[in-house]
């Protein structure tokens, strides 16, 4: 294949956008705002055809993720074979783009699940309206934040970043950030997007403020035309209700035009995910390791 690997840059962030625009299926791992979240944590880097952008992480081990273009006009076969005695891994293949392959390539392609790293989707009304018994506790507790404190919701803009750096610093002192590995990597993502927010596209956001202090944040990105994504999601527990009231005002004020809402993947972590499934997705994005009969460079 002979790709040539360069570290993730700004500068091309529009040309990325636009071969993500042509992926049939878009998971949360690929916008472009969460590679650069965590490119320095995985080691991210890219390599540049014509009509496909491959990633590599080189962190902490070293693995392929599904390449961003239009897998569908892609002749997989002819341009780049099947070579038996040659392996290439990648890792977070969405399910569209393991069909596209197993026809091109059949019994060569190896597939295993990976059910750690699903996208979890739920209807952007359902978690708005939180109707019916099933939400019945969330929006017992969305009423309850919204009796008990006064507080004002805020679309997120540069203006809030500095409120935002501050809450972030203080929730990881109250989650200890620095004796957990996962926490501390995930401060160091978003600091890294709070920093460089005036030049993502598609980013946007929310914050509820108390007596003119920031209790809630969420990070969030246009992810296709009937999607957004939430990549960050953080509220001060002190404020019964907040994670409660952060995802509903969030999507109510700044996402009721999308008809699905992103919010990622578990991790294989159980309390996330009994978390995730307790706002009943109706719908995932699953993400595969593939096995490929390729040599990548």
């Keep these: 294949m002979n790709l040539n690997f360069e570290p993730i840059s700004m500068d091309k962030q529009k040309d990325y956008q ?5 992926c049939p299926q878009v998971a949360s791992d690929f916008s472009f705002s969460n590679l650069w979240a965590w490119a320095e944590d995985y080691g991210l880097r890219w390599a540049w055809e014509k009509d496909l952008v491959w990633i590599k992480q080189t962190h902490p081990e070293e693995y392929f993720w599904a390449p961003v273009g239009p897998w569908g006009l892609i002749d997989w076969q002819n341009r780049y074979g ?3 005695d040659q392996r290439m891994v990648c890792i977070r293949v969405p399910q569209k783009l393991v069909e596209f392959w197993r026809a091109a390539l059949g019994d060569a392609v190896t597939v295993v699940e990976e059910r750690g790293h699903w996208d979890y989707l739920y209807a952007v009304a359902d978690l708005i309206e939180l109707k019916g018994n099933r939400y019945h506790k969330k929006k017992n507790l969305l009423n309850q934040f919204i009796k008990k404190y006064d507080h004002t919701y805020l679309p ?3 203006e809030l970043i500095e409120q935002a750096m501050g809450m972030q610093e203080d929730w990881c002192t109250w989650r200890d950030c620095e004796s ?3 926490l501390s990597a995930e ?3 978003i600091a ?3 920093r460089d927010w005036r030049q993502l596209s598609g980013i946007q956001g929310g914050a509820i403020m108390v007596d003119g202090t920031m209790v809630a944040y969420t990070v969030a ?3 296709a035309p009937d999607s957004i994504v939430i990549h960050f999601e953080k509220g001060d527990t002190q404020y019964k209700g907040v994670y409660q009231a952060i995802n509903q005002m969030f999507l109510a004020h700044s996402a009721p035009q999308y008809s699905l809402v992103n919010r990622e993947q578990d991790l294989n972590d159980e309390g996330l995910r009994k978390a995730k499934l307790s706002y009943h997705p109706v719908d995932f994005i699953s993400k595969y390791r593939v096995t490929l009969p390729w040599s990548p460079e």
């Excluded at 636009?18 to 042509?22: A, H, N, S, W």
């Design 192 to 194: 890294r997007i709070l």
């Design 82 to 84: 099947s070579h038996a």
């Design 180 to 182: 957990s590995e996962v």
């Design 18 to 22: 636009e071969l993500l625009e042509k």
């Design 187 to 189: 401060n160091k993502a």
């Design 156 to 158: 997120f803009g540069p």
């Design 221 to 223: 990105e246009r992810l």
